[in-house]
């Protein structure tokens, strides 16, 4: 197919107007603000109320718009696996995502995004794939070493946030970039935090200026290097990956495209692993236990301190994988995924017009007790094949689901299992008694103070 026909133009729609949403139970709240300070201070505590007292289908009113908000695994399956392309994941992130990452691959809708998909795809494959754990394994080696050189406590969520970018700069962009990288790496941190900044337009001194000019300094850099990757100077990088990716038609992807798909990506994968990978070993401070458990099938690999990580050897980490995964049911990394309806749709009984916003919420889900009983507990046998064998394919959806499941989700659990190769094979960490870390819950789990912990050698 070729691409001239899949660039459609955006797909329209009108809101609806709010006493059409009405036969759907809820609280808006105040005028102008609704519920937005509600959900921000308190989202997980906030949506389990509502769910306590509406049932899975709900209208409530955040970010200036009526929203509908769908609960529990059937909503997950209907929204996210979408069979019927009812929804789109375009209109539904724009507002967040539109100004600092447009057209990045999760926002793209139908045959669009199935093509780009592909085309980015090759940069996922096995042999891209080895290329990265080598940069990935070399880094975290490195940096962890560091750290056991210098024990004592730490504050983890703002170390691990420089090793994922320092990370994400040597693997996605190669690890010859030379002294650009820490401008382009601040260029970043300021394109993130604008996504998520309350005030959403660019006005002088706030963070959204800041992230809009972030974005100015990434695209020339993109641009400057796209011949350059796709001439004699492209490694095995993922960017040099995407500059010789092609469409099926054979054509390569326009400049516009690679420089939108690295920024999303870049983006994506530097936020969402930081908030993974801090929950995770904080779950391992407070579980010594499962800590003791995971470093001996790390030590069981019979590696060296130094040794470099193989495909292989991060094959023999099941447990690993699973406490990782159990990590990502207590705080997801996208707690909420916003949708919006493009044509009218029933759930529950209740009919929504087409318009709507919509949005599920992994992070109710994930805590449903029905599914998940004592679901603050830690319990990393919750994902042996027979404890999964009979739970709801979408009751576990922190990538996603359906044609936008995270296309970067086997880069996640191979940088996790490296990580945690070297962490527990070089450091002991604990949290010192009564210590409790205080969480934010949105937009992306962050600890509050950093989470502190202590790190000793092994």
């Known amino acids: 197919m070729s691409m ?20 759907i139970p809820g609280d808006e709240g105040w005028p102008i ?13 906030h949506i389990e109320r509502n769910g306590a007292k509406y049932g899975p289908v709900y209208r409530t009113h955040i970010f200036g718009e009526t929203n509908v908000v769908l609960l529990g695994p059937e909503a997950n399956e209907l929204v996210l696996f979408d069979q019927q392309k009812l929804f789109s994941s375009t209109h539904g992130w724009n507002n967040v995502l539109g100004l600092l990452f447009p057209r990045g ?18 940069a996922f494959k096995s042999g891209p ?17 560091q750290w056991k050189a210098k024990p004592g406590e730490m504050q983890l969520y703002p170390a691990m946030k420089q090793l994922t970018l320092d990370l994400a700069a040597a693997s996605f962009l190669g690890a010859d970039i030379g002294p650009e990288v820490n401008e382009i790496n601040r260029a970043f941190v300021d394109m ?15 963070q959204m200026a800041r992230g809009v000019k972030g974005r ?6 993109f641009r400057e290097q796209i011949p350059l990757r796709r001439g004699n100077h492209g490694g095995d990088d993922l960017f040099s990956q995407l500059c010789r990716a092609t ?12 420089i939108d798909h690295m920024s999303f990506l870049m983006m994506a994968a530097h936020d969402t692993l930081t908030s993974s990978l801090t929950s995770f070993i904080g779950e391992l401070a407070a579980n010594p236990d499962w800590q003791t458990k995971l470093r001996a099938e790390v030590l069981a690999l019979g590696l060296a301190p130094g040794a470099p990580s193989s495909f292989d050897d991060l094959e023999k980490m099941p447990l690993t994988e699973m406490a990782f995964k159990e990590a990502l049911r207590i705080k997801p990394p996208v707690p909420s995924m916003p949708r919006r309806a493009m044509r009218d749709f029933a759930f529950k009984g209740y009919t929504v017009p087409a318009g709507t916003a919509v949005g599920v919420n992994p992070l109710y889900t994930h805590h449903m007790k029905d599914i998940w009983p004592e679901p603050d507990r830690f319990d990393p046998l ?3 094949e027979e404890a999964q064998r009979n739970r709801h394919r979408f009751a576990w959806v922190p990538f996603g689901g359906g044609a936008h499941m995270c296309l970067g989700l086997h880069f996640a659990y191979m940088q996790a299992k490296c990580f945690a190769r070297h962490f527990l094979q070089n450091i002991e960490v604990s949290l010192e008694p009564g210590y409790k870390p205080d969480w934010q819950m949105w937009p992306i789990p962050k600890p509050r103070d950093g989470l502190r912990v202590r790190v000793q050698a092994v």
């Not at 100015?216 to 850099?221: E, G, H, L, Q, W």
């Open 216 to 221: 100015k300094r990434i695209i020339a850099y």
């Open 105 to 122: 691959l999760m926002l793209l809708d139908f045959d669009e995004h199935r093509l780009h998909r592909k085309a980015l795809s090759v």
């Open 33 to 45: 603000v609704g519920m937005t300070f509600r959900v921000l201070a308190d989202p997980k505590g």
């Open 247 to 258: 469409h099926e038609d054979g054509a390569l992807l326009s400049e516009q495209d690679i």
């Open 4 to 23: 001239q026909n899949v660039a459609t133009p955006a797909l329209q729609y009108t809101a609806p107007k709010r006493n059409e949403l009405t036969h």
């Open 129 to 145: 794939m080895k290329s990265y754990l080598s940069d990935l394994d070399r880094g975290i080696s490195a940096r962890v070493a």
């Open 192 to 206: 993130v935090a604008a996504a998520v900044a309350p005030i959403r337009r660019p006005l002088p001194g706030t």
């Open 382 to 384: 919750r994902f042996t």
